[in-house]
Every structure is written in structure tokens, then in C-alpha cells.
């Protein structure tokens, strides 16, 4: 539930709701070089495998492993390529269909996040691997960046009060 308080120029908003932690990987290794993570929401996996074909194709990148991770078109895809934060940006920001909510809020904290537990009892299930170009050079082990954050259960509606105008 969202409540909108809106006072004159002013306006207040605060929610309640379920919630759940769940853990998420982090695209930074090192100290400046990234991995390629990408997150699809509301989405087919066909569309999701020709938009990372292409942006194979288009940056020669290595082999991309496409993870569903809803019931229904949800999907996230990870290359493990080391890139500056500039050339993650360019990559993800020219594939089709990726989230830009995911985008955005990765580019403006300098890196991008990723869930790797289960989330309202359902696991991730590999569904897909593009083969690509050259060779992986970063090693699964070089991930060691979680975070632990909350989201909203799976079949959690949002309602909304609005005080005021």
C-alpha cells in the first residue's frame, strides 16, 4: 500500500507492503572492472536471446548464459567479459528489451545487481547458452561483491491512497 500526502508545493509518500531478503551479485570486480550482467522483465526468451546474439555479434563478446528466473518471462544473463563501467554501460544500454529500471539505477550507483537466491521459493533455471566469441576472462570465483536487500513477494499487489489533490 502507497500513501501520497500532498501538502501545498509539498508531498509526503510512504509505503507498507510484504517483503522478503533475498541476495544479489554485484557487477564489480576488482577495483574499476565490471562483468556483464543483464536483467529482463515481461519479456520472451526468444527476444532475450536474439537482442544478446546481437550484442554478441556487435562487441565480439564470449559465451552469454541466460538464467530464467520467473514463472513467465523474466530472465537474467550474464558474460563473463571484464569491461570498464563506460563499456558495461554502452553494452547494456544498446540491448533491446533489457529493464531500464535495472539500467538506470546501475548506471547511477557505478554498478549493477543482480538476485542470486531464490525469491518466493523459486530457483533460477538455465535455459540457454550463447556460445560467442573468444574466450570468458573473468573466472566466477572474482565475484565476491553481494548485497542483501528487500523486494516484494511474487503476486504482491500495490494499492494506493492519495490524501490531498
Request: proline residues 2%; charged residues 25%.
Amino acid at each position: 500500500m502507497i500513501f501520497k500526502i500532498r501538502m501545498g508545493h509539498t508531498k509526503l509518500t510512504f509505503s507498507v507492503s510484504k517483503i522478503e531478503d533475498v541476495i544479489g551479485v554485484n557487477s564489480m570486480i576488482g577495483d574499476k572492472d565490471h562483468i556483464l550482467m543483464w536483467d529482463f522483465d515481461y519479456t520472451n526468451k526468444y527476444k532475450v536471446a536474439r537482442a544478446l546474439s546481437w550484442a554478441q555479434d556487435i562487441f565480439y563478446l564470449p559465451r552469454i548464459y541466460i538464467l530464467k528466473t520467473a514463472e513467465k518471462k523474466g530472465f537474467h544473463a550474464y558474460c563473463f567479459a571484464r569491461k570498464s563501467f563506460q563499456e558495461a554501460c554502452h553494452i547494456l544500454a544498446a540491448t533491446k528489451h533489457i529493464d531500464m529500471n535495472y539500467f538506470r539505477v546501475g548506471a547511477f550507483r557505478g554498478y549493477w545487481t543482480l538476485r542470486v537466491s531464490k525469491k518466493s521459493g523459486r530457483s533460477f533455471e538455465l535455459c540457454d547458452v550463447l556460445p560467442g566469441y573468444g574466450s570468458e576472462d573473468v573466472e566466477l570465483r572474482e565475484l565476491k561483491r553481494f548485497t542483501m536487500y528487500d523486494t516484494t513477494p511474487d503476486g504482491t499487489n500495490t494499492r494506493m491512497i492519495k490524501i490531498g489533490k
